[in-house]
């Protein structure tokens, strides 16, 4: 069997006295999509951040194609690769065909990269009229769709995607989940996803992993969520509401 | 005999300078390894030269040129009327362009540009910073120091010595302006005894000063830029920082280039 295309063994990283990771193991083989699901300030973007090299870990390691990250694997991990940021973060002195095309830009003529960045602005659902439009100019929703648009611009075979529906409605976050879909089934790319949208985790996820204080507290297939016993993963999955004590409540009283 | 031990609530000056003197060397350390990847990271890009080029040379003249004229005119009038305490009236054109192109232009013109241009690189940066743009470039292999940093200090390396000349020229004229209309001088004696009395050298040291300056304030608007903290708060620390590093490194580096100089 394969090296996985990304693994971390034992990854920890702290915020000051705040442990955000604690000691995560986790694999993604060639061609699979995993999700990471768990609550708000779980890990899950320093978890993405770090095998990035973005954040620096505290302990354990990242290997990337069977290597150790060194900064010379992660370059070359990053020529073939991808991302989603949760707030798009596209360049703001850009237009948008030149965000999308930004990679492409180095490796072929402006006319071709812009066609090419127009194309992929169409699988996203945007129209060529906002392909010379600034970043500043689009809503929050259409920022995270012309992110998607410059994170498979080059087609990647390795994708990583913040939160990729948050902030789209219901109709466009379910284009957008069958989209990711398409590229982890067609083109065979790698995927690692965050989201807390469990529509999305059924759409997306080959393996799902719920992140709690740092740590993989499970890990399986959509059908073993569903039928996990994990109180947790359960409640979770279920969307039901956290217990914040006495106050909780207060506001539904008459 | 037995040593008291020490007492971890008085202070220990001499371990306070220690770690101060540390911490500080350790921060020129940083920024100078910052400066000479920021010089030659590689990805060097000719639009984006152009682009700051523009923004930081162009964009500033208007503000350079304004200041050097009243700067030269205020000169004049101060020159004129101190020199006539020992009836030295007629040195105020040599006075004012050796005033000019040594010290009032290139320290004028680079304060002037630290206030425009450290501001607006460092907001620019930081918010990239915070926004997760810089993040972005690395997950697009672009090597943000080369994307961002290298044309900045260029640019800023290249132009001001140019809008240091062009503040000078303008400086002068300014004192020309007052020496003609108020002082009694003939428009030719002025401008004869401007050249008279100035040196090549005097002329290039102040172009030199100025590419110090241009560094040092690209210098100071990246590097807090790209240290800025998180949110607006850090965003606008950064830019607060930066045009008082700017400032003060201009005036710090005026002081030891003119002591290099013509000492």
Known sequence: MSAPVIETRGLSKSFGAHKVLDGVHLGV??????????GSGTGKSVLLRTILGLESADAGEVLLDGEAASPAVRAR???????????????????????????????????????????????????????DRMPADL?????????????????????FFDEPTTGLDPQRAAAINLLIRGIVTEAGATAITITHDMTSVRTIADRVALLDQGRVRWQGSVAQMDEAFDPMLRAFVRGEPLDWGPLAGQGRQG | MTRAAPNPFRPDPVRATGRATLALLRGIGAVAIFAARGLAAPGFSPRLLAEQLLRIGWL???????????????????INAGGERFQAGDVVPAIVAIGMVRELGPVLGGLMVAARVASSIAAEIGSMRVTEQIDALVTLSTDPMGWLVTPRLWAAILSVPVLVGVGDTIGIMGGWLIGTTTLGF?????????????????????????????????????????????????????????????????????????????T
Do not use: H
């Not at chain 1, 809503?139 to 994708?159: E, H, W």
């Not at chain 2, 500033?60 to 101060?78: D, H």
């Not at chain 2, 000063?209 to 800025?228: D, P, Q, R, S, T």
């Open chain 1, 29 to 38: 083989a060639r061609g699979e999509s995993l999700v990471v699901i768990g």
């Open chain 1, 77 to 131: 991990f990053m020529r073939d690769f991808g991302m989603l940021f949760q707030n798009a973060a596209l360049f703001d002195s850009l237009p948008v065909w030149r965000n999308v095309a930004f990679r492409l830009l180095r490796v072929m003529p402006a006319r071709q990269a812009r066609a090419r960045a127009v194309e992929r602005l169409a699988r996203v659902g945007l129209g060529p009229e906002v392909a």
């Open chain 1, 139 to 159: 809503s929050g929703g259409m920022r995270k769709r012309v992110g998607l648009a410059r994170a498979i611009a080059a087609d990647p075979s390795v994708i």
């Open chain 2, 60 to 78: 500033s003249l208007p503000v350079v040129g304004l200041t050097a004229l009243f700067t030269g005119a205020a000169l004049a009038l101060q």
């Open chain 2, 186 to 262: 003939t428009s030719q004696a002025y401008l004869a005894n401007s050249w008279a009395y100035l040196e090549t050298w005097d002329v290039v040291s102040g172009l030199l000063k100025g590419a110090a300056f241009g560094g040092i304030v690209a210098l100071a608007g990246c590097w807090f830029g790209m240290n800025a903290g998180r949110g607006a708060a850090g965003v606008g620390r950064a830019t607060t920082n930066a045009v008082v590093a700017a400032s003060v490194g201009i005036l710090a580096a005026n002081f030891i280039l003119t002591g290099l100089f013509f």
